[in-house]
């Protein structure tokens, strides 16, 4: 044979096979996902980019947050929460900076997409203007709401005005009075370039009132009272909103967005948008979890129905304590022998509920069309509604310049809606009585939206409510108690949880020890070092 | 000096060929007389050489003076001489009945021969730093992994057992610590096709190479600094098909588990720690009286959890061949029920091994595995937490069968043992493994080979898991209805990959008197891809179907998604071997490769090594020494790489869709799906290695030790960004970390009269420090800490210093929180505000990595019994102790362990543990400190063996061979003062490793 031959002809093979053209063989691109190089090329791709701003974690505060705000009713006075988690440690005053729940409240992707948003949307070729607008103004209030949130719990953080490289990301906080002019500037912009209303398909999406609202409530929260009650009047002369006329159905799934009431409302779906509310507030025998419990003083700072406080009205039985209250009160709360809807038997306190009863009452607001043991919910959630904005016109108005009609008008309107008299004039005659009233009835209006939190923090009153032992409500002397053996209500007062609020430093939050410990340029807030 | 060698060879297998000399008997009538003398090199007669009648079982072996005696059929009948070193003669002894044969030392059998990448060398020529084992080393272990019978074996080899799960059992192992931010796992190779090792046959392997210093595993260039490890699997030897079976029966069961406190101290506990938290007790002194009571019922849920479980594995494999055909067929089944219910597996594995000699030129061989398996597991995670935090008092199944739920438990942990049994559903995944080699050496001039391989690799796996709906039923009063599951939902995930590769390799060899030539080189291609499919659907009427048609109609409850993704890699590689006189030795190897994962201008590197080494027992000062038998030396540099970062692209800018919804209509989203980083580029590792090798008083004392030192550059780095940044962070060529190490392993072997034994030891460790960080600060990852200037990842945070013993030490003591009272721990204040205990005060707590890793084995023989003992552990490491074996009331319905126990109290105030705390308040104590950090130090009794064997028997044409059966177990016994679960396993709740006791037999025909 002839070796010489066939080592040549496997020589020639084996050199060929091996001089296959590498770059062609090494050339690979994602096999499952778009780029950003490709990204930015219609008006419809842009408005991509915008519709993920609305999507939210269920167990996060970021973004818009979702049924999840609730949650912070169990760092006020409002409410107990049950759970071992993080739930507690605010309320009860041992969270620290490696908090888990301090951690999720500071978070920048949002400001970070919102800014890669302002540079990339140029590139899009052929964008109208008023896409440009709709979509920018969306954008704009995004950006200003994580700043709310961010300037709301931790006072001074770093602005960050354009998309950073990680050079440029190593700020130290700029002050509060900054921030929050840099957000009202981004709100006035959306205000402008927001739409009033978007067509029906869309609904859920940012309109001008929203951004209205949020300013207002920017204002509000930062004491600029003649500034909030105009931009709260301004809502209220887009005449595009009103008091939805029955208050238990704005907890109803079948009104998702169908109430003038609602000035943004967090989008849920039937089975693929669902949320867990119930779990959080249910009984556990409604299989729930019992998680957020209401506070006896949420409880009593229901009016009887004639307008009274129950410790001045005449109504009030302590054997009947349930008994005449404000019509708010029986969409708010659920207790022993009451039943959800019915779908449930009537509720029992003495089986095994009384684990977990640990203040005797549940929330039903929210989860009372919570129907199938199965389903999770998916009733939108009302971020923003009018009664709140009225509530917020009615305080900053009376801060800014005492009683007037439409203070009074604003709380009537709230008031008639529930079925509760006109406000007393002869018994709220001035700022002070009537700032007590405002706040009574906001805490009551919007018991467990997730609200309270904000108000004792900026009313300067945690170190009053939420310096206490928390106990249960005392139902020993409630006639349809269960009782023991003895005839005795076993409903009787006891201790939850010991509070404490240390105003030196729980004003504000500390800066989150992984943001601290991750930068250079970074300080602990001086309360907390 | 040959004669030297050769006779500590024969020293050494002269016992156990006398050994062999009494199982053979020789059979049959014979007619023949035929006598002789077998001599070595230089006419030294030769003892113990193997003479028998070819194709019988007729034979004998030469007395000490290498005389032999037989009685043969025929003049004509051939004779086979052989011998362990010697090449194999056949001689006819014809009219000559005083014949005198003279062997020929084999070279290569003579050394071991070793596989290194590409390639195999003589052990002698081994320059770098690598291990080597034998099948047979492993053998006869009941394990079901490869990785599980390397723990302990091999210096620098540290094996780690995450869990114990049949099918999934968790194996991580690391060769020579850590040296790198990013993951740079160990690159496992199976007969040339990189594989994983989870699916392999253990009794198929012929022998393991673990590829330590950079200058061995440089010839896998990019994905080496991790070390390599070369599996190969037997081959067909030339003789008469040879038949063996190995089979193993054993009951496993837990190695650990700590013991849950009575139902009447979890009472009494529960009611402490409420009242340390100024809540009310929980239980009246009217129910306290009643769980004393002898009657009480407690319930113990570990027990219902797992079980004891039998495990069976046998083997069959066929081996034979002739001058051109080799064959090595065989087949292992095993099954393997787990210690928790509802989990087991099952594996085939059918390994076909064949080489045909076409020609002296011309040689194909194919390798090719195929393992079938299934795995059944329970259809959820996380149980074990929810079985550890369960208290007896609750109550697990009625007496007719109903599942019960205590009335304080809800949600997912309201009975796990219903949730995990067949009766809550199950997973199965059904997997085949594919592996095949196919190669062909043509050999047109003498000294000249090319090679062509192609490899696969292959996985399919369907994974099907289903949930059934479960009704609860209340604990005392078991007639009524609880609760309800929410519904039943299945999965199905189907997912496949597929790794091939070509090599083409020119090899070349020539020796010119004392002067020996190798050079190899030539270009790989290796591609792979892999996606899955995932559909998920619920509400099925019965809970027989198992397709996703059989659920709900309605699309909006189907969850559908899938991926895929691959990867290239092309490849330049080069080896050349030059020896001098066989004592000095030097080594150069050069890989280039290109990597689809990088982009085109910076994807390709190249990897350079060189080592030498040098057999200074071949020189004339060592020749006649009497202590040192042999002793080499040896030294390397190298460079490897590492390409495992973000993915396989992580250049690309790639966006992420998602849905949002208006008026319940979804619209299109997209967001970042991270950072990219286009400059990414290698990590390469620089690494130096020394060794030193030796045997001392011929045999009597084995011993290599290695000395390392690595640098790792460039290293693939997520640098903690601000938060501000906005988003994770890119990974980035970032830092420099430095690792160096020793590893000694010592062999000592003894034979007095009918006894012998052995023992071996070998011991490691690895020390870590970060050079740079490209100037960013300390990195704080959890509670670990990794800053420039000291190992990675140390421990971090506060320092505990006893407990608070009175108001006033607490009062007096800088503010730890609002609720601290006596017996809770108290910190150490470390700087910052000196009034208050903040982060400022976290510091150093010691290195989190394992230390000093050991394993040592002995083995005994005496006449037919054999005795074999293997021990494994770690002698120095720092565990974080956490979940529930930390001390922890989660909430009112979670219990705690008996050492917990130990708590402190005003009587106790030196207690182990502080004093109990309820749910919320829990932090206060159980939040990370050095308190928490357990020693994890542990020493595992692996393995016993104990057998016998009985001789073979030879019945006509078959030849029956020794019977070994044996008794024994694994993980028998495990010394340590951790208290959580294993210190082995990963510090939460999980699958336990099992202990178990086993019957085995090995046969040969």
Redesign the interface.
């Known amino acids: 044979m002839n ?1 010489q031959k ?2 040549r002809l ?2 020639i093979l ?1 050199v060929s ?2 001089s ?1 053209s ?2 062609d ?13 490709t ?1 930015w090329t219609s008006e419809e ?1 842009a ?3 915008v ?5 939210f974690a269920e167990e996060s505060m970021s973004g818009l947050g979702g049924v999840h705000v609730t949650t912070q009713e169990a760092y006020s006075d409002n409410a107990y929460g ?3 988690g993080a739930l ?2 605010i309320a ?3 969270f ?3 908090d888990v729940r301090v951690a999720d409240a ?1 978070n ?6 919102c800014h ?1 948003f302002f540079e990339n949307i140029d590139r899009v070729p052929a964008l109208s203007e008023s896409g440009r607008k709709a979509l920018t103004g969306q954008v704009k209030f995004f950006l200003a709401y994580e700043y709310f949130k961010l300037i709301t719990r931790f006072r001074d953080v ?1 602005l ?1 005005t354009k998309v ?1 490289s ?1 050079s440029e ?3 130290g906080v700029t002050p509060k009075s900054d921030v929050l002019e840099y957000l009202l500037l981004q709100l006035d912009d959306a205000i402008e370039d927001l739409p009033v209303t ?1 067509p ?6 940012i309109t001008r009132g929203a951004a209205l609202f949020l300013k207002a409530r920017v204002l509000l929260y930062n004491e600029r009272w003649t500034e909030a009650a105009a931009v709260a009047r301004q809502v209220i002369d887009l005449e595009k909103y009103a008091l939805h006329p029955r208050f238990n159905e704005l907890f109803l799934t079948a009104f ?2 169908r109430k003038n009431e609602a000035i943004l409302e967090l ?7 669902t949320h867990d509310l119930s779990v959080r507030f249910s009984p ?1 025998t409604y ?1 729930g ?1 019992a998680l957020i419990l209401p506070t006896p003083e949420l409880v009593q700072a229901f009016e009887m129905k004639d307008g009274l406080p129950i410790t001045e009205s005449p109504l009030y039985n302590p054997q009947r304590p349930f008994d005449n209250r404000d019509s708010r009160f029986y969409d708010t709360f659920l207790w022993h022998g009451q039943t959800l809807n019915d779908s449930y038997p009537s509720l029992d306190l003495t ?2 509920e ?3 009863a640990f203040t005797y009452v549940y929330f039903r607001k929210g989860v009372q069309d919570f129907r199938d ?2 389903r999770p919910m998916h009733l939108n959630w009302n971020l923003f509604r009018y009664a709140d904005l009225l509530l917020m016109y009615a305080e900053a108005k009376n801060e800014a310049s005492g009683p007037e009609d439409s203070v009074y008008e604003v709380l009537d309107q709230i008031r008639v809606r529930a079925g509760m008299p006109p406000v007393d004039r002869q018994r709220y005659p001035d700022q002070a009585s009537l700032r007590k009233l405002i706040r009574n009835e906001r805490r009551v209006e919007l018991a467990g939206e997730g609200l309270r939190y904000d108000d004792i923090i900026r009313w300067k009153i945690a170190e009053d409510v939420l310096n206490k ?1 928390l106990k249960s409500m005392d139902l020993s002397e409630w006639e349809d108690a269960p009782k023991d053996a003895g005839g005795k209500s076993v409903l009787i007062e ?5 509070r ?1 609020f ?1 105003p030196s430093r729980h004003y504000v939050w500390p800066i ?9 340029n ?1 300080m ?1 807030h001086p309360e ?2 | 000096m040959k004669q030297d060698f050769t006779q500590i060879i024969l020293r050494k297998v002269r016992c156990t060929l006398l050994l062999l000399c009494c199982f053979i008997q020789t059979m049959g009538q014979a007619q023949v007389p035929v006598k002789g003398v077998v001599q070595g090199e230089s006419e030294l007669p030769l003892p113990g050489v193997n003479v028998t009648v070819k194709g019988t079982a007729t034979g004998t072996i030469t007395d000490i003076d290498g005389r032999f005696e037989l009685t043969i059929p025929s003049t004509e009948s051939a004779l086979v001489v052989s011998f362990i070193g010697y090449v194999t003669q056949e001689i006819i002894p014809g009219s000559n009945s005083a014949l005198k044969i003279t062997l020929a030392p084999d070279r290569l059998a003579l050394d071991e021969v070793v596989v290194v990448g590409y390639g195999q060398r003589r052990k002698s020529d081994i320059t770098g730093a690598i291990s080597t084992l034998k099948g047979s080393e492993i053998e006869n272990r009941a394990v079901t992994r490869v990785e599980q019978a390397l723990q302990g074996m091999v210096p620098g080899l540290n094996v780690t057992n995450a869990n114990g799960q049949p099918g999934s059992q968790g194996v991580d192992f690391k060769i020579r610590g850590t040296s790198t931010f990013s993951g740079n796992p160990v690159l496992t190779i199976i007969d040339g096709v990189p594989s994983s090792l989870d699916r392999i046959n253990p009794n198929d392997v012929e022998s393991i190479s673990v590829l330590k210093d950079a200058a061995s595993a440089a010839i896998y260039g990019s994905r080496a600094t991790g070390g390599v490890i070369i599996v190969t699997t037997k081959n067909g030897k030339a003789g008469i098909p040879k038949f063996s079976y190995s089979g193993i029966v054993g009951i496993q069961s837990p190695t650990r588990y700590p013991e849950k406190v009575s139902v009447l101290d979890h009472a009494l506990l529960l009611n402490e720690a409420r009242v340390n938290d100024g809540l009310p007790a929980k239980y009246s002194d009217a129910e306290l009286s009643e769980m004393r009571s002898p009657g009480f019922k407690s319930y113990d849920w570990e027990d219902a959890m797992m079980r004891q479980a039998f495990q069976q594995n046998h083997n069959f494999s066929v081996s034979g061949g002739g001058e051109r055909y080799g064959y090595y067929v065989s087949l292992g089944y095993l099954s393997q029920d787990g210690i928790v219910i509802n989990s087991s597996q099952k594996r085939f594995n059918i390994q076909v091994n064949q080489n045909f000699n076409v020609s002296d030129k011309l040689k194909f061989s194919m390798k090719t595995g195929v393992s079938p398996s299934t795995r059944i597991a329970p259809p959820i995670d996380g149980f074990f937490n929810h079985v550890a935090q369960k208290p007896r008092l609750h109550a697990i199944k009625s007496e007719d069968g109903k599942w019960l739920q205590h009335p304080e438990s809800a949600g997912a942990g309201r009975n796990p043992i219903a949730r995990i049994s067949p009766e809550g559903g199950q997973e199965l995944l059904k997997g085949t493994r594919f592996l095949g080699n196919f190669t062909m050496d043509y050999t047109p001039l003498s000294n000249l080979t090319l090679t062509g391989t192609y490899g696969l690799t292959s996985n399919q796996d369907r994974l099907r898991n289903y949930q059934k709906k479960i009704t609860y039923y209340k604990q005392y009063s078991p007639d009524e209805v609880a609760s309800y599951t929410d519904f039943n939902i299945l999965t199905v995930d189907n997912s496949s990959n597929v790794f091939q590769n070509v090599n083409l390799l020119a090899s070349y060899s020539k020796r010119f008197g004392k002067h020996q030539l190798s050079v190899m080189a030539g270009s790989t291609a290796e591609w792979y891809s892999e996606f899955n499919d995932f559909v998920e659907t619920r509400d099925f009427l019965t809970d027989e179907l198992y397709a996703i048609s059989a659920g709900s109609g309605d699309r909006s409850l189907w969850n559908i998604s899938g991926d895929a993704a691959d990867w290239s890699l092309a490849s330049f590689i080069s080896r050349g071997n030059y020896s001098y006189l066989d004592k000095y030795y030097i080594e150069g190897i050069i890989r280039r490769d290109g990597s689809s994962r990088f982009r085109e201008d910076i994807r390709w590197g190249t990897f350079p090594s060189v080592s030498a080494g040098w057999i200074l027992s071949q020189e004339k000062f060592l020749r006649n020494s009497k202590v040192i038998s042999f002793l080499k030396i040896r030294g390397s540099w190298g460079q490897v790489g590492n390409q495992n970062a973000g993915g396989y692209y992580p250049f690309a800018n790639t966006l992420v869709q998602n849905s949002v919804f208006f008026n319940e209509s979804p619209f299109r989203g997209v967001r970042p799906a991270g950072a990219p980083n286009p400059l990414l580029t290698w990590e390469t590792k620089e690494s130096i290695n020394l060794g030193i090798e030796g045997n001392l008083l011929s045999g009597l004392l084995e011993f290599n030790l290695e000395l390392f030192k690595e640098k790792t550059k460039d290293i693939l780095l997520q640098l903690p960004v601000p938060t501000t940044f906005g988003q994770m962070a890119p990974v980035q060529n970032a830092g420099t970390v430095e690792n160096r190490g020793w590893e000694l392993e010592l062999h000592h072997r003894k034979k007095i009269n009918a006894f012998s034994y052995g023992v071996t030891f070998q011991i490691s460790d690895a020390t870590n420090k970060v050079i740079d960080m490209v100037g960013t600060g300390p990195r704080i990852s959890g509670n670990q800490i990794t800053e420039e200037g000291r190992p990675m990842n140390e421990w971090y945070g506060l320092k505990s210093i006893g407990y608070f013993q009175s108001e006033g030490e607490v009062a007096d003591a800088p503010f730890q929180n609002a609720v601290t009272s006596p017996g809770d721990l108290r910190f150490e204040e470390n700087g910052g505000n000196p009034n208050a205990i903040t982060p400022d005060d976290r510091v150093r707590l010691g290195r989190s990595d394992s230390r000093f890793p050991f394993g040592i084995r002995l083995n005994f023989n005496y006449r037919n019994f054999d005795l074999l003992l293997f021990g494994q552990g770690v002698m120095k490491g720092l565990r974080q102790s956490q979940g529930y074996t930390a001390f922890n009331f989660d909430r009112d319905v979670s219990t705690i362990r008996t050492y917990h126990l130990d708590r402190w109290t005003p009587e106790t105030p030196n207690a182990r543990f502080p004093k109990p705390r309820n749910g919320q308040l829990n932090n206060v104590n159980t939040q990370f400190s050095s308190f928490w950090l357990e020693d994890a130090s542990y020493f595992r009794f692996k393995n016993l063996q104990l057998g016998y064997t009985f001789n073979g028997q030879a019945t006509g044409k078959w030849k029956m061979g020794p019977v070994r059966i044996y008794a024994g177990g694994e993980n028998l016994l495990i010394i340590t003062r951790y208290l959580g679960y294993d210190p082995e396993t990963t510090n939460s709740a999980v699958y336990p490793l099992p202990k178990m006791y086993n019957l085995g037999i090995n046969a040969s025909f």
């Open positions: 070796y066939q080592f496997l020589l084996w096979m091996a296959v590498c770059d063989f090494l050339e690979k691109r994602p096999l499952s996902s778009i780029s950003m190089e990204f791709q408005e991509m980019w519709n993920n701003l609305y999507s049950r759970t071992s507690n440690n009860n005053g041992t620290q900076s490696n500071w920048y992707t949002t400001i970070r997409l890669e770093p960050v950073v990680i990301s190593d700020l978007w029906e398909t869309q609904a859920g999406r998702n967005n989008q849920y779906v039937e089975n693929v948008r556990v299989n979890a089986g095994t009384s684990g977990f043991r199965f032992q006891k201790n939850v949880q010991t404490v240390d989150p020890q992984i943001a601290i410990d991750q930068s250079k970074l602990q907390w070092k």
